[in-house]
Antibody, heavy 120, light 109 residues
């Protein structure tokens, strides 16, 4: 079945780095745009980043621009998020999600999320 | 920055109709999507492109659009529909900025 599984979350100190991964299965990964979305504890959803199917088009939320890098490896059916210069406000559950076909936003498949905690 | 506005909470009795609104200046030009999120779970898409329902989503979920407001309607609300609901859209300024509304807690009395 269609599935996204995130990994790589954990506890990191302010200013540190972390790399999240998302393994896709059950669909042709290279056909789909993908996104990362996060949710701080007790808060709402926040879109983080988007990457086109080929990786040629990338967008970031202003809150992470210059610190986070999204990438993908279609041969490995995997999506990544490199997070540098982490801050306390980056503490959240991070979800990877598949973008709806023929759209540039709107997510029809979500992973279960991986938790990132930034604390000293 | 672009914002979508939702009511923080909506309460209905079982069997009644729940309507959750989402307002934003760019909604006449950009599609809206709706997600349901239950505690400890990932969001689930319940409406896409304003009014389309994904396969597997019950027919009691519907969406509509009028001007700068989109509405998620749940007809014949069931206890299992109690959840947080988020709208999502994008600005129309030419920059790719995707936004979520603040979320609405639906309580089934």
């Amino acid at each position: 079945q269609v599935q996204l599984v995130e990994s790589g979350g954990g506890l990191v100190k302010p200013g540190g780095s972390l790399r999240l991964s998302c393994a896709a299965s059950g669909f042709t990964f290279s056909d789909y745009y993908m996104s990362w979305i996060r949710q701080a504890p007790g808060k709402g959803l926040e879109w983080v980043s988007y990457i086109s199917s080929s990786g040629s088009t990338i967008y970031y939320a202003d809150s992470v621009k210059g610190r986070f890098t999204i990438s993908r490896d279609n041969a490995k059916n995997s999506l990544y998020l490199q997070m540098n210069s982490l801050r306390a406000e980056d503490t959240a559950v991070y979800y990877c999600a598949r973008v709806v076909v023929a759209a540039t936003y709107g997510m029809d498949v979500w992973g279960q999320g991986t938790t990132v905690t930034v604390s000293s | 920055s672009y914002e979508l506005t939702q009511p923080p909470s909506v309460s209905v009795s079982p069997g009644q109709t729940a309507r959750i609104t989402c307002s934003g200046d760019a909604l006449p030009k950009q599609y809206a999507y709706w997600y349901q999120q239950k505690p400890g779970q990932a969001p689930v898409l319940v409406i896409y492109k304003d009014s389309e329902r994904p396969s597997g989503i019950p027919e009691r979920f519907s969406g509509s659009s009028s001007g700068t407001t989109v509405t998620l309607t749940i007809s014949g609300v069931q206890a299992e529909d109690e959840a947080d609901y988020y709208c999502q859209s994008a600005d129309s300024s030419g920059t790719y900025q995707v936004v979520f509304g603040g979320g609405t807690k639906l309580t089934v009395l």
